[in-house]
């Protein structure tokens, strides 16, 4: 994706943001690509009895929107809010679509951003519907130890689908009895 990073850079303006900030509220449409320089941020819903639930979370590197309503132009169902201060390059959707109608390598990495997003949402759902929350929780262990410990005990359990009293008995379970190392490597 270095066109986009490429482009996000050059278009992009930085911007110091509080945590806790929303950059886009659902019902509105997001008109606007985040680059995370520094610090995370989260997409999340809010059911209709207002409990909070994150969709995905993002940290140094990534790109992030409600890609949906960036590329359909409709309203988000998602909200977009800091976790801890950031320092994030904002770039304008008119500007960065305007130079994507002439960047074929632009065009290719804005897709490429679409497929990720759209494989992450496959897997999360798969996963809600296959795997245990401790199976969930070890995945993400897996991939992402050191960001886990970045996210809130509440926000992270609401991921995984449990109360922060079952998360706690998760992690306090696997603390004292770990899984076995996979012997094929």
Known sequence: ???LHTTLLELGTVRQVDARQLLL???EVARRLYLIEQGC???YL???QGRETSTQ???EGDVVSSMESF???RPSALHLVTMEPCRVRVVEGAALKARAKTDPSLQADIQALTQQRLIHYANLYTSAIADSPTQRYQALQATHQHQLER???HILAAYLGVSAVHLSR???KLKENPPEADPRG
């Open 151 to 153: 996210i809130p005990l």
């Open 25 to 27: 509220r659902a019902g």
């Open 46 to 48: 809010v059911d209709t």
């Open 1 to 3: 994706m270095n066109a």
């Open 170 to 172: 998760i992690r306090r």
């Open 41 to 43: 941020a989260r997409l």
């Open 57 to 59: 979370f993002f940290f």
């Open 71 to 73: 590329l359909t132009g």
